[in-house]
C-alpha cells in the first residue's frame, strides 16, 4: 500500500536553516503537503505542492519535490525557536485521502 | 488559511456514556470531512470519510456501529462516541476539505474511566 516515510527527530541551532524530509512511495500522488503540530494541538497547514511542480517558495520555507526519487524536503530558513513543533508530510493519493509519515520533531535550540 | 473548530475541546466521561463531538468550517463550506485519531507520539489514523448528505466511509477496523458520524450540513460533522471505553480515550481530530487544502480543528482530548 502507499506509504510515507520521515525521519523522527532533528536537532538545529536558533539561526540555522532546517531541512526535514520526506519520501513516499505513491506514484500517482497529486500534491504533497506539510503540517506543523505544537504539543496538545491539532494540524496548521504550512504549505502544499502540486506533484508537477519542483520548487515552492513562502517566506521562510521552501520545498522540494523530486518526483522520480519520490523525496520531498521542507526547509525552514533562520529557525526560531518557536519553530519547534513536530511536522508532518502528507501525501493526497487518487482515493482524496491524506497519507501521513510519522512526523518529525524539530528541536531548536538558543 | 481557512479555520475548523472544534468542540468540545477536552471531556472526561465515564465508562458505557457516549459522547458527541462537533467539527465545524467557520469560513467555508465543506462537502467531505474527515475524522482521525491520535495516540500520543503517533501520527493521525484515519478513522472515516464524513461526506455531506450521504453516510460517511470507515477504513478498515473502525467500527461504524461504535463511532457514528453524521454530516447533517456543508459546516458541520459530528462523531459520537457510543458505550465508551477506556482503550477510546484518545485525541480526535476532524479535518475539512476546501478545494485542495485541507484544514484541521485543533482536537478534542477525549478521557474514558
Known amino acids: 500500500g502507499e506509504d510515507v516515510e520521515q525521519s523522527l527527530f532533528l536537532s538545529v541551532r536558533e539561526g540555522d536553516s532546517s531541512v526535514i524530509n520526506c519520501t513516499y512511495t505513491?506514484?500517482?500522488?497529486?500534491?504533497l503537503y506539510w503540517y506543523k503540530q505544537e504539543p496538545g494541538a491539532g494540524l496548521q497547514l504550512l504549505t502544499y505542492i502540486f506533484s508537477n511542480m519542483d520548487m515552492k517558495q513562502d517566506q521562510r520555507l521552501t520545498v522540494l519535490l523530486n518526483k522520480k526519487d519520490k523525496h520531498l524536503s521542507l526547509r525552514i530558513a533562520d529557525t526560531q525557536t518557536g519553530d519547534s513543533a513536530i511536522y508532518f508530510c502528507?501525501?493526497?493519493?487518487?482515493?482524496?485521502?491524506?497519507?501521513f509519515g510519522q512526523g518529525t520533531e524539530l528541536s531548536v535550540k538558543p | 488559511g481557512a479555520v475548523v473548530s472544534q468542540h468540545p475541546s477536552r471531556v472526561i466521561c465515564k465508562s458505557g456514556t457516549s459522547v458527541k463531538i462537533e467539527c465545524r468550517s467557520l469560513?467555508?463550506?465543506?462537502?467531505?470531512m474527515f475524522w482521525y485519531r491520535q495516540f500520543p507520539k503517533q501520527s493521525l489514523m484515519l478513522m472515516a470519510t464524513?461526506?455531506?448528505?450521504?453516510?460517511?466511509?470507515?477504513e478498515q477496523g473502525v467500527e461504524k456501529d461504535k463511532f457514528l458520524i453524521n454530516h447533517a450540513s456543508l459546516t458541520l460533522s459530528t462523531l459520537t462516541v457510543t458505550s465508551a471505553h477506556p482503550e477510546d480515550s484518545s485525541f480526535y481530530i476532524c479535518s475539512a476539505r476546501d478545494i485542495h487544502e485541507q484544514y484541521f480543528g485543533p482536537g478534542t482530548r477525549l478521557t474514558v474511566t
Open positions: 469560513d467555508f463550506q465543506a462537502t467531505t
Open positions: 502528507a501525501d493526497h493519493n487518487q482515493g482524496g485521502k491524506l497519507i
Open positions: 505513491d506514484s500517482s500522488s497529486t500534491y
Open positions: 464524513s461526506n455531506e448528505g450521504s453516510k460517511a466511509t470507515y
